[in-house]
């Protein structure tokens, strides 16, 4: 008969066997090191044993069959915890132990977890902000939820009583080829304003630090020349180091754009990811990706004027479980 436990210190090796074993798709970082595992997961200052919930198999030598991760989401000014949000963050099963009800009986084993510290809102997949662990490992450039090459993911929640509750679209941009990103409005952008390769500043509040963890992303700045290279746009980019070995490809991912409201609907955008992908590319990167939450307009459009092309969805499920009516920040 399984059991299922806590997390322990000398689980790492097998739950990143588990981990290789059960992702497989392209939405997932092979872990080459279990020492990954303390760079996103271990070392959050919130890490809790009790939400790394493990099923192991006593008659063979405990061996570890499958594991459910689960941790809470921030409050609205992002500065700490809120455990009335709890979220399923990663699910991991071995194929050779599928089809028992193993991976049903860990999310239920998450869902006691959280329920008995407070969460009446349940989220299966991380998607920001509601995603203290997955960043780094799964996903790609961020947290889309889980992505719809993850087949199995949308029927599995759905028949547990999840319903969807914001998605994600993943764009990339393959930089084989020479790049046509054209606009009328370049010319004069381009006399004005200079573009700017700064390691990034520091994040914007104590949640993106946590999330984000070790990352050294840099920063891509449209300066103002004629206003003391004051900045007017801003992209934060990063490699995605292990994706790329996924892929075949290296690979860099845009995690956040900015324009100054003044200059918003002006082409501004559209030229600094311009010149962010000839950057890249100039790099021998070989793939750009940025993701989009389906509700941002904006961003979908300028994903698709520079030609990026749309590879897979990400979609976050929720339950609620009382409390108030409502899910959540979308």
Known sequence: MLTFRR??????????????????????????????????????????????????????????????????????????LDPTNGVICSLAVRPDARR??????????????LTARGSTVLWAGPRWPYCPYGFGLY????????????????PFFRGLGYEPGGTTLVFQKKLDA???VADNRFAFLRRRYET????????????????????????????????????AARAVVWELEGYGWRWGFPSAGVLDVQV???????????????????????????????QA????????????????EQVDVGTAYVKRVGGPASAGRE
């Open 7 to 80: 997390f322990r210190n000398t689980d790492p090796p097998a739950l990143a066997d588990v981990w290789n074993e059960s992702h497989q798709a392209r939405s997932a970082y092979p872990l080459r090191t279990p020492s990954l595992l303390e760079r996103w997961v271990f070392s959050k200052p919130y890490f809790d044993p009790d939400g790394l919930i493990v099923a192991a198999d006593p008659a063979d030598g405990d061996k570890v069959l499958g594991y459910v991760l689960a941790g809470f989401g921030p409050n609205d000014e992002l500065s700490a």
């Open 100 to 113: 028992r009800g193993l991976g049903r009986d860990l999310v239920r084993k998450a869902e006691e977890y």
């Open 139 to 154: 996903g790609g450039t961020g947290c889309p939820g889980f992505l719809a090459s993850d087949t199995a993911a949308d």
């Open 178 to 180: 020479p790049l046509a």
């Open 196 to 231: 700017q390769v700064v390691r990034a500043a520091g994040v914007p509040s104590w949640w993106h630090d946590c999330v984000w963890g070790t990352l050294e992303p840099v920063e891509f700045r449209a300066a103002d020349k004629l206003a003391n290279n004051f900045p």
């Open 260 to 290: 100054r409201e003044d200059l918003r609907r002006q082409g501004m955008a559209k030229l600094l990811l311009a010149q962010v992908l000839r950057f890249l590319q100039d790099q021998f990167f070989g793939i750009c990706e940025i």
């Open 293 to 308: 939450p389906a509700d941002r307009p904006d961003l979908v459009g300028l994903c698709r004027s520079v030609t990026m």
